[in-house]
Antibody, heavy 123, light 108 residues
Framework: QVQLQQWGAGLLKPSETLSLTCAVY????????WTWIRQPPGKGLEWIGE???????SYNPSLKSRVTISVDTSREHLSLNVSSVTAADTAVYYC?????????????????WGQGTTVAVSS | EIVLTQSPGTLSLSPGERATLSCRAS???????LAWYQHKPGQAPRLLIY???SRATGIPDRFSGSASGTDFTLTISRLEPEDCAVYYC?????????FGQGTKVEIK
């Protein structure tokens, strides 16, 4: 059974860089898109961006200048970096697999999620 | 970007009652790119509905989705205690992918 396992630093100071890793166990990065999503305390879900197994990326314009998503296919890992963090970046961060479904019509679904990583930014 | 507005913010119902959750999009997009997720505290979100009306694998048939233009509805026909959660609609038809702000379902 495919599982996603996340890890990374949970406490950061303002201006530092957030770095998270998501590992795919029991499966492969190939043939899927992979996304990062976050949930600030008391708020809803926010899409950060996505990457294909070949490294093609798309980012949320609101975060684009500070975000980098990358993949390491040799280790079946994907990574998220967010530079110059502030308190507004405090959130639970999730990695998720995006699968393309073709029946009855083409749909994109987030069908596999990591367990979530809580990141707090505080001086 | 497409803004998804969910209503109501909170729904408080008794077990066995019917829950109707609404999601309205600010722009049109292909309805096959609308999904619903259930999110419980301390857990990752779970896919319920994709393509506006198709149930994901393992989702009970009391969950159903429908679409009419830019209006989308998630219906829980007979609430069970384990349905207590926040429900999000999500569109991936136009970048960036966006989520609604969520509807919290409380069980009395």
């Amino acid at each position: 059974q495919v599982q996603l396992q996340q890890w990374g630093a949970g406490l950061l100071k303002p201006s530092e860089t957030l770095s998270l890793t998501c590992a795919v166990y029991g499966g492969s990065l190939s043939h899927f898109y992979w996304t990062w999503i976050r949930q600030p305390p008391g708020k809803g879900l926010e899409w950060i961006g996505e990457i294909s197994h070949s490294g093609s990326t798309s980012y949320n314009p609101s975060l684009k200048s500070r975000v980098t998503i990358s993949v390491d296919t040799s280790r079946e890992h994907l990574s998220l970096n967010v530079s110059s963090v502030t308190a507004a970046d405090t959130a639970v961060y999730y990695c998720a697999r995006q699968t393309t479904v073709t029946t009855p019509h083409t749909s994109y679904i987030l069908d596999l999620w990591g367990q979530g990583t809580t990141v707090a930014v505080s001086s | 970007e497409i803004v998804l507005t969910q209503s109501p913010g909170t729904l408080s119902l008794s077990p066995g009652e019917r829950a109707t959750l609404s999601c309205r999009a600010s722009q049109s997009f292909r309805t096959s790119y609308l999904a619903w997720y259930q999110h419980k505290p301390g857990q990752a979100p779970r896919l319920l509905i994709y393509g506006a009306s198709s149930r994901a694998t393992g989702i009970p048939d009391r969950f159903s989705g429908s679409a009419s233009g830019t209006d989308f509805t998630l219906t829980i026909s007979r609430l069970e205690p384990e349905d207590c959660a926040v429900y999000y609609c999500q569109q991936s038809g136009r970048s960036p992918t966006t989520f609604g702000q969520g509807t919290k379902v409380e069980i009395k």
